[in-house]
């Protein structure tokens, strides 16, 4: 009976614990009033919205190659009134964490203010403050802030865009533990595919 008890108490530990690290987390998710998101931008909303051809559509994701544009969202909590916006690029660094000179600058973004955030349940839990674009210039991680006032108090958000560049499926550090992987790829349509476009020898398939 002692060992079965025990194995009870080890059990209700556990779940105390999970609801425990659940609650920190959703706490810290509703503690998030403001909050600085990267946006998606698809070739039909170019066309839908009547932006221009040199729009360049974009991935969301916050790692990017050189040259393609990161469209940031400041969003704050629904609720929450915002009086003024500043945007801010910190700071760019290495892969050392040291600092690296760049051309690049935060811009007032080419999205219009009529075209919603992208992810459905930002919609409904925040309201869009501004918008802004970065285009990485030189390989590294560029750290953005921006900063929200409101009528009693400020408020403080973050996140990093990293500028890299596309090594390639054969780069040998990655075939040093994905050499398996990377024979498998190897032998599908995709491992050619760009080769063959630019050839003129794809089909449109691709």
Known sequence: MKKQSKHILGFRGIVLTAFVLLGLEASQVLAQDL???TRPLTPQEIKDYGLTNTTQIASGNHVVGLGQPVYLELLVKSGIVVTQAVWSLDAVLDADDDPISSAAVLTASPLP???PTYDSVDRVAYDLVDRAVI??????????SAEALTSNNT???????????YLGKDYVACTLCH???QADFNLTHHAS???DQINGEGSDHF
């Open 135 to 144: 285009v990485p210039d030189v390989k590294g991680t560029y750290q953005i």
């Open 113 to 115: 203010p009529t075209m």
């Open 35 to 37: 909050k600085i998101d």
């Open 179 to 181: 050499a398996s992987k």
């Open 155 to 165: 408020l403080n958000a973050s996140i990093d865009v990293v500028g890299s560049v």
């Open 193 to 195: 595919a760009f080769i």
